[in-house]
């Protein structure tokens, strides 16, 4: 699927995804004849111009999960944490209602001469619009049963809650739909624990210009395309993974880590032994048709709303929705 200059035998590994954008990028002049350089789609700056983009990779993500499907399920061994019951979860954020999320439009400057070459003239900047949150933080109510700590992997995920007939969705379709908002370890005294974690602590964030993105924006995309302009129910899923099952036995000093979940960290190994997407990365085992179903006690389902404000901020954070620019 994806060869690169590191792998042993490239021929086995196969480059189906780069391939297609090359064959794509040059089929109007596919022997060269004319000496055509490839088109919008051949550029990884500019492929996401070209509307096959999209159909490109749902097929690369079918491939995927046509091979992941030749998996078993993960039974419930291999889901629970022995002893660790996780109780509730809420999303907090300043000025806005508990288990809501808040978006709204934003102005910021991205400096083009990171990419470009602009010589003479020095640095060059573009002015644009994005969408994006208030910052947020999750509080997560977590029982230790046993009598001694305990280390767990805190994985935190979104997902639609109905399809685009407002229908709710069964589990086998919805779990390909869950993105991956947060990953972190954190240590478990017995008895009561309450977790809290900030948006801008995620394994998902970074800041590139600037500008702060976190992948939440993803699912709000979601919510204007299914054409609900200003509010969407999304259930969030929390789950506590054994530490021991999980852990990667490096050290990350010096390394840059951020969005160490979409990235992986430099020069390192990948920081999680379980696989990408887990625990939604298999197909459920027998007898799970919903995501209530899919459950083991380390596991939370709380439902909350995303609601995008229709507001417009400048690059200050002024609210300039009503203002003409």
């Not at 042993?8 to 022997?31: A, E, R, S, W």
């Not at 640095?123 to 700590?149: C, G, K, P």
């Not at 609900?228 to 999980?246: A, E, G, K, Q, W």
Request: some cysteine.
């Amino acid at each position: 699927m994806e060869a690169s200059i590191l792998s042993p035998n490239q021929n086995l590994y196969g480059d189906l995804h780069n391939l297609i954008h090359v064959l794509i990028g040059l089929c109007h002049d596919p022997d060269a004849r004319n000496l055509e350089t490839f088109s919008t789609i051949g550029d990884p700056a500019t492929a996401m111009r070209d509307p096959i983009f999209y159909r490109l990779h749902a097929f690369v993500d079918d491939v995927f999960q046509e091979h992941k499907a030749t998996l078993p399920p993960y039974e419930t061994n291999r889901l629970n944490y022995n002893g660790i019951t996780v109780r509730g979860v809420d999303v907090v954020s300043q000025g806005v209602p508990r288990n809501e999320f808040k978006t709204f439009w934003k102005k910021d400057d991205v400096d083009l001469s990171r990419g470009i070459d602009f010589t003479p003239r020095g640095n060059v900047f573009a002015r644009f619009t994005h969408l994006q949150h208030t910052e947020f933080t999750y509080r997560i109510q977590v029982e230790n049963n046993t009598n001694s700590d305990k280390i767990g992997t805190v994985r935190i995920f979104l997902a639609p809650k109905f399809d685009e007939r407002g229908v709710n969705m069964v589990f086998r379709d919805q779990r390909l739909l869950f993105i991956e908002l947060d990953k972190f370890t954190t240590t478990l005294k017995p008895k009561t624990n309450t977790i809290e974690r900030k948006s801008t602590d995620s394994s998902w964030w970074y800041t590139t210009g600037g500008i702060q993105l976190l992948w939440l924006w993803m699912a709000t995309s979601y919510a204007h395309s299914q054409g609900h302009s200003r509010r969407l129910l999304m259930p969030t899923f929390v789950m506590i993974s054994n530490y021991d099952d999980d852990k990667i036995n490096q050290s990350t000093e010096g390394a840059c880590a951020d969005a160490a979940s979409y990235c992986g960290i430099r020069d390192k190994l990948y920081p999680d032994k379980r696989s990408m997407g887990y625990p939604f990365d298999r197909v459920p085992r027998s007898g799970v048709n919903t995501l209530q179903d899919f459950l083991t006690p380390n596991m939370f389902v709380q439902n909350v709303t995303i609601r995008f404000s229709g507001q417009t901020f400048d690059v200050q954070g002024a609210d300039i929705t009503n203002a003409l620019t």
